[in-house]
């Protein structure tokens, strides 16, 4: 009862905040004159960005969130999918994902699906099994949310052109993650179904491999495996390498759209999306980056947005387009 009543006091803080903030004009709208359009030749069209860390603390989290979500509400028409990859906390707490439950169901009307999944803040300060059913609660709250099945975070979505298969740490760590055999066997069973059905699969996980999308330097080089899956780095590297067409897309590191965004490795192509919360760090270190990616026939397209802007970022960054052959 007393958890509930703080909870429900952070809550109201929160909300408070958000509204002063929207009412005095402190939360910039974004620029509705260049939304997201699905083209005419495209097969599926979606979002994803990292780390929107809402915290009860925090306030500029939130309405940096708030802006991000808003430019999904000026789309003529809904996206086929919106996908966050972890850290959609900073705490792990119920009325932080109130919150985000809430900035999302507002625009929930523009998306199909909306694909969620833990990083490391979300995992790092309470019992794993208390923290599981707190979040499968919390995508059960969000309209056209994916819920994971009880028990585990991984799951797979199903779609015409592509499948998301959306990873998740077995154990609760401060800042790494621990994926288990079984997990790991899944995946692999899950990339051969996907190639057998000819389609296109993207991974979802929060954080990338080991000395790829500029790690270390990107983690600030400390240690060889902070800022990457972590232990289990080689196994997932030998199945994501062992499959055609196969999209590795993570957040945690926090990085602006720039050189290191986007590698292949042993022909996985490798995406690390910034954040929409916290800063970006790198010479493009707006907040509210993300990626907008479509699927045609013959290629995966994916294209860096400033979200919190409504435009898309200049071309002269490296890697804000991105045209991948489909094989
Ligand atoms: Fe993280």
Redesign the pocket.
Known sequence: MKIRKVSEFYFKNMDAELNKRLTDGSIPAPNTDEPIVKQPDALFTFAVFG?PQVSHYMFAREATFYTTCRDLKAMPEPLDALCIV??ISENGMGCEYRMVAKILNEVADKIKHIVLMP???DLRLRSFLVQQWQFRSFVQSVQNGVPPEKGKYWFACDFESCRFLVMGSDRGSF?GSHLSRRQLKWLERELTETEKQNKVAFVMN??PLKKSNGLPPAWQGIGRWRGSVGNQDKALRKILCSHKNVFYVT??LHQGVCQTSFEEIGGCKCLNVPTVGANNHGACNELSQGYVITVFRDRVEMRARLFGKGTYVSEDIPNAFISVPIE
Do not use: A, L, R, T
């Open positions: 780390d972890g850290d990083g490391n803040h800042e929060h954080q957040g945690h």
